[in-house]
């Protein structure tokens, strides 16, 4: 146990762990294999490489920046041969990424008449409206700098496109300044449809980035442009502010989002013909080693490629659409959301099972004359929110409504300000957490008056209020009135509140609190189980193991013979199958059509009912979500809920062989098959049955 000041005991296993950043890379290779598989769709093949491109964006943004700054840091203890393995493992697998782009998917694309032309591959009359489309759409948008003393390398945004060109000749003023820069805005779409009746009958697109090469020229009268790159800076996009010495976090965050897209650069991205001369004075002002150039083969954002696939109109080229059920066996659209879970705490499966109940639970409460309070965190529910929308509506008429807005949800941090304010603005309680601590937990309380008395109500969620990603990601919901469960949550907004102290939760874990004890409690329960020869088995599935204490504690339970199973989806650091070590430890990741999003821990030490315990939770197996974030986890006791969690969550996923990747003690992962059972297809299935 430690205390709440963050800081993580010194506990590490006897072994060496894996790189966290290089499990990270591995985890989006795993991603990126998806790409090669001839039985996923061809525009999904495409999505998962655009995916790739966004998770790397993140992966430099954050975790790469941090690796340098720590790098910087003597006292940090990195060695700089970690860094530079890091940066050659993402350059290989960037330079895997566009081979299949450009190899594999585009000749696919185009046997489908789905087609992205060259300036070289367009006819005359395609030609000539894309030069209309600039003329039109683009020109008048693109500003070229000319550098020189006055005017001096622009302020380049975080991952923002540009041109940078050589020109010969001189200037109007007489003047031999070479070098010119154009931005292209954001607002421009960085991937254009071609008209059909120009088209040959086929779905034609250009990219924008080509239709300013091949205007590029226009831009610089009376010079010619002899050579020019496209390029894009990669920058530190952590949000730093100093809590303890502002006295308004919100204002400081609103503050830094401005400076954040001009934070330190980490990576710099030109096209592979890009001359020397002009990628070495791009390292040169924007203080970059050479290391951290990548040369790519195509356009330098990836990511915005999803608007092909928004554009392209081919039905069979995308998974079948998938319609999650509503639970009408568990929870019965006719009859009150309050009246079916005093009756017994309710299960919510995601995406197979619908978000809609958890909203219609909230427009119940806010609808209810007899509800007085409603109690919820926000950490990403996104721009739009049907949930916000209600604790507005609840707050207008008169409930007490109370929101937790995480404002540190990276990335997210502009959108939780801005339901912040609305909030605020109609008289909505809003606390911003703890200093120093991110609120991750995923909580929504409602107090009812029933008769003399009051009743609470609550959602507990491994995932994120957001009906948007609900449909893509794999969460566990839970509906209860238990009274221990909800007096627990009712403490945590209570001390998220006021800061004070509360008793120790009855039924909730809470880190930063006893989460992690727990759980090393519970390994200590199975390992002490496997040496003295009982059964023993320990399941868990999360998005990433990283917290040496824990892995500490699976690997001695391992080492003593209890079965182990791990399902994490992204970054582990336990190596397993080293004999004598781990070699009774299986890693496995998932990665299939859905993001894997749920957590749960399935601990045995015996044959006994009370020598079992399963517990969802909001938190992954990291220091960070054990020591310096607000997290819940909660037992399920119900043996019928807890069989389905068991049936669903964990069985499935144990013998899933098509989307299921093994990990090696190298770090490495590999493909377990490409037949046989697939666990996301099989629930899809199970609940479309039960629509049918």
């Not at 608007?307 to 009859?335: C, G, M, N, Y």
């Not at 013979?561 to 990741?589: E, H, K």
Request: hydrophobic residues 45%; charged residues 25%.
């Amino acid at each position: 146990m430690i205390s709440v000041d963050g800081t993580t005991p010194d506990v590490s296993p006897a072994v060496a762990l894996l790189n966290r950043e290089q499990a990270i890379l591995e985890f989006n290779r795993r991603v990126l294999a998806q790409a090669q598989r001839l039985d996923v769709p061809l525009l999904e093949r495409l999505r998962y490489v655009c995916i790739v491109s966004s998770n790397l964006d993140e992966f430099f943004e954050v975790r790469f920046a941090d690796m340098l700054d720590a790098a910087r840091d003597p006292q940090a203890q990195v060695d700089n041969r970690d860094v530079e393995r890091v940066a050659r493992a993402a350059h290989s697998l960037i330079d895997e990424q566009y081979s299949i782009f450009n190899e594999q998917l585009t000749p696919l694309l185009a046997a489908q008449d789905i087609v992205v032309l060259n300036h070289a591959d367009r006819n005359e009359v395609q030609r000539a409206w894309v030069a209309k489309f600039f003329e039109r759409e683009v020109r008048p948008l693109l500003i070229p700098v000319g550098l020189d003393p006055a005017h001096p390398f622009p302020q380049v945004a975080n991952k923002s496109l540009h041109f940078i060109a050589r020109l010969s000749g001189k200037d109007a003023f007489g003047r031999d300044n070479r070098i010119a820069i154009v931005k292209v805005p954001r607002v421009l779409p960085r991937v254009i449809r071609l008209p059909g009746n120009i088209s040959a009958g086929q779905q034609a697109f250009v990219l924008l980035t080509s239709v300013i090469r091949a205007h590029l020229e226009e831009l610089f009268s009376g010079r010619k442009v002899e050579a020019f790159s496209q390029f894009r800076v990669t920058r530190d996009s952590d949000l730093e502010v100093d809590e303890e010495e502002i006295a308004n976090l919100r204002n400081a965050l609103r503050s830094g989002l401005t400076t954040r897209h001009f934070g330190r650069a980490v990576r710099l991205e030109v096209v592979n013909t890009c001359p020397t001369e002009l990628s070495e004075f791009l390292l040169e002002q924007f203080d970059l080693p050479v290391a951290a150039l990548y040369r790519v083969n195509g356009p330098v954002n990836l990511v915005r490629l999803n608007e092909l696939i928004d554009q392209t109109d081919a039905p069979s080229l995308r998974f079948e659409p998938h319609e999650p059920v509503w639970p009408q066996a568990t929870l019965p659209r006719q009859k009150s959301i309050f009246e079916r879970i005093r009756k017994g705490d309710v299960l919510l499966h995601h995406p197979f099972e619908s978000f809609d109940p958890v909203v219609e639970f909230l427009r119940e409460a806010v609808e209810d004359p007899d509800v007085l309070a409603i109690k919820q965190t926000i950490y990403r529910t996104g721009n739009k929110s049907v949930l916000g929308d209600l604790l507005i509506e609840a707050a207008r008429r008169g409930k007490e409504v109370m929101a937790v807005v995480e404002l540190k949800a990276r990335f997210d941090e502009e959108a939780n300000i801005n339901w912040a304010e609305r909030l605020e603005a109609v008289g909505a309680q809003v606390v911003y957490g703890v200093v120093g601590f991110k609120t991750h937990a995923k909580l929504l309380l409602v107090t009812r008056r029933e008769g003399t008395k009051f009743r609470r109500y609550a959602h507990l969620s491994t995932g994120n209020y957001n009906p948007r990603t609900a449909r893509f990601y794999t969460d566990l919901g839970y509906l209860t009135a238990d009274p221990e469960l909800t007096g627990d949550a009712d403490s945590v907004f209570r001390q998220l509140a006021s800061l004070g102290k509360i008793k120790t939760p009855k039924r909730l874990l809470l880190a930063p609190f006893n989460m992690h004890s727990r759980m090393m409690e519970h390994l200590a329960q199975v390992e002490a189980a496997a040496r003295a020869g009982k059964p023993a088995r320990l399941v868990i599935k999360i998005n990433a193991l990283t917290d040496a204490e824990l892995i500490g504690g699976i690997l001695r339970a391992g080492q003593a013979g209890a079965a182990v199973d791990l399902i994490v989806r992204g970054a582990c650091m336990l190596p397993p199958g080293l004999p004598g070590v781990s070699d009774n430890i299986v890693v496995r990741s998932v990665v299939g059509r859905f993001l894997e999003h749920t957590r749960v821990c399935y601990f045995s030490w015996g044959a006994g009912e009370d020598e079992v315990a399963l517990y969802l939770s909001s938190a992954d197996w990291m220091s960070r979500n054990m020591f310096r974030r607000i997290e819940i986890a909660w037992p399920v006791t119900d043996p019928k809920l807890r069989q389905r969690i068991i049936d669903e969550a964990l069985v499935p996923y144990l013998h899933d062989r098509q989307d299921a990747w093994q990990l090696g003690p190298d770090g490495r992962s590999t493909r377990i098959s490409t037949e046989g059972p697939n666990a996301q297809q099989a629930l899809m299935l199970r609940y479309k049955a039960h629509r049918d």
